[in-house]
């Protein structure tokens, strides 16, 4: 078993402790980051007991995505010693490395990075057991271009590996505006081929959902539900007006616009329909 964690010290270190089959945990003496700021870590099993961890690197000017591994059979983990044994490329910062690893050792790394403005994501492969993981160029995205990655710790870019050696990388993206993200994936065949997104249109989500439908599922999260449970049943009355307080009677989508809506934890507790109603 691995469990790995940042600690805070002045600055965050990821610590890992490990269980053989027979035996108790053994606890870490000594973080396995840097010295500089690292968080995030995810760890994963590989065959024969191969062990791999990833985590976000600070390296002086960058976060990069940092991967560890412990060849079966052995109780060291091999880490990266410097920026240059990064997967990722040295430009702005790499986020929530995420790790998949097939039965035959076939194994996918997957993070968003902005090269320039807009997060893309990003993945690291290796084709078996024995080789070692590539780094990801600069330019070498699979998201399509023209707008941000979704950075939402549930909508973060999620690698797969099949029994067969094919992959996949889900994700979420904006596409041009906040409020219009969709799902996007990569995928990997069996032989090696990637075939990636053409662009903000080729999505795997069905298209249209409206606001309502996107909130709802938003305040489902736990950690959303507080705030959205007050602020977006007032907003809702008001979605008959758009950005420059013109009424409307759709969506920018083509959905009808629903106005229903309820105030409360006020003078007044009610449900209402529209702007009009708070008048």
């Not at 044994?85 to 035959?104: E, H």
């Not at 996918?108 to 403005?117: E, I, M, R, T």
């Not at 105030?263 to 008048?279: H, M, Q, R, T, Y």
Request: net charge negative; glycine share 10%.
């Amino acid at each position: 078993a691995l469990a790995a964690w940042k600690q805070q010290r002045e600055d965050g270190v990821v610590f890992l402790a490990t269980r053989p089959p027979t035996g108790g945990w053994r606890m870490p003496i000594a973080p396995i980051s840097w010295a500089q700021t690292a968080y995030e870590p995810r760890v994963a099993f590989g065959p024969d007991a191969e062990a791999l961890v990833s985590w976000n690197q600070w390296t002086g000017t960058n976060f990069g995505v940092a991967l560890g591994l412990r060849a079966p059979g052995s109780d060291v983990f091999a880490l990266p010693e410097d920026a240059d044994a990064l997967l990722s490329a040295p430009v702005n910062y790499a986020n929530a490395p995420r790790l998949a690893v097939g039965p035959d050792g076939e194994g996918l790394v997957a993070w968003y990075q902005a090269p320039v403005d807009d997060l893309m994501v990003y993945v690291s492969e290796r084709r078996d057991a024995a080789s070692p993981f590539t780094r990801a160029e600069a330019d070498a995205f699979v998201s399509p271009g023209g707008a941000t990655v979704d950075s939402h710790t549930e909508a973060n870019a999620t690698p797969v590996v099949g029994d067969a050696g094919e992959a996949a990388v889900v994700w979420t993206q904006q596409r041009g505006e906040p409020w219009d993200i969709a799902v996007f994936a990569a995928t990997r065949t069996a032989a090696g081929q990637w075939q990636r997104p053409s662009s903000l249109d080729d999505t795997i989500s069905a298209p249209g959902a409206s606001l309502r439908e996107r909130l709802e599922l938003h305040g489902a999260d736990p950690s959303c539900a507080t705030c959205h449970a007050q602020i977006d049943p007032i907003g809702f009355l008001l979605e008959g007006y758009d950005a420059m307080g013109g009424t409307r009677t759709h969506d920018e989508a083509g959905n009808p616009i629903d106005t229903r809506g309820r105030v409360s934890d006020s003078d007044l507790d009610a449900a209402l329909d529209g702007g009009v109603a708070l008048a």
